[in-house]
């Protein structure tokens, strides 16, 4: 390319180079999140690597000795070892460098395929409008509506955003759902007679209120089992409960029918004994 279009010769400097790669993994795969955008790029530049290596070692194990020591040249200086160690430690750094990243790659993904486990399929029906989302299965979440102990299921609220009222876009995550409440007074809100306000704890134990919603029904589908609930609420987060999109609903345990218990410390688990409101 430099012969026959001198001027592109910047388009060989380390980092256009290192951003060109960056763009190439945007367009092909998205970006959806750092964290996705960081393992693909590792699977990326460790696949690039590792065949760049064996073209190179298949190259040279080809060669006769004749054309090996052709291109090795010696200075007075002795600037062959200097090359050598360079090349040496060069090497052994970056050889780390991609084993620890390819283990950080393997870990995460290992607990994705476990969190997988733990996903299901929700969908919620209120008369004869149903949403339907990716649910995770909360083993420590306690979260329970404290007089009538019924459990509570937290979906985010953006799911249900062409029922709503429209004052209320964008405002849920800003905490005070009673005032939301307030606000309906005289107001047309199908649903009103079913929301709710379920006192919880937050990380710095603080008393709060989410809004809820009380559903027709809930079904929850996990692998092969299916269950159905009818007294449950759906409490509604103004946030991303993933920042990866991988699911959009959590599962409270009570609400999964017939399934062994599971201990509360599991890694897993997003809440223990409080729910921690986005």
Request: charged share 20%; proline share 4%.
């Amino acid at each position: 390319m430099m012969m026959f279009v001198p001027q592109l010769s910047f388009m060989y400097t380390f980092m256009l180079k290192i951003g060109l790669s960056l763009i190439m993994l945007w367009v092909a795969f998205g970006f959806g999140s750092l964290q996705h955008y960081i393992r693909n790029m590792g699977a990326f530049y460790m696949i690039n690597f590792a065949a760049a290596g064996g073209i190179i070692g298949i190259h040279y194990l080809l060669q006769n000795s004749g054309e090996i020591f052709s291109g090795i040249w010696f200075t007075a200086s002795g600037g062959l070892s200097f090359e050598l160690k360079i090349g040496f430690w060069f090497t052994f750094i970056l050889v780390f460098v991609i084993l620890l990243w390819f283990k950080l790659v393997q870990s995460t993904r290992r607990t994705l395929e476990n969190r997988h486990t733990y996903i299901g399929e929700v969908k919620v029906q209120i008369g004869d409008y149903s949403v339907s989302c990716k649910g995770l299965l909360d083993t420590g979440n306690q979260l329970n509506d404290p007089l009538t102990r019924i459990p509570v299921m937290i979906m985010e609220a953006s799911l249900w955003e062409d029922r709503l009222p429209p004052s209320w876009k964008g405002r849920l995550a800003g905490g005070e759902p009673d005032k939301l409440v307030l606000e309906l007074d005289g107001t047309d809100f199908e649903w009103q007679d079913r929301l709710r306000l379920v006192p919880y704890r937050g990380v710095n134990r603080d008393v709060a209120f989410m809004l809820a919603i009380k559903p027709d029904v809930v079904e929850i589908r996990i692998g092969d089992q299916v269950s159905q609930a009818t007294r449950v609420l759906i409490g509604l987060d103004g946030g991303q409960l993933s920042h990866e999109r991988t699911y959009q609903a959590i599962i409270h345990p009570d609400l999964i029918q017939d399934r062994q218990e599971t201990d509360s410390s599991s890694p897993l688990s997003v809440a223990q004994t409080t729910h921690t409101h986005s």
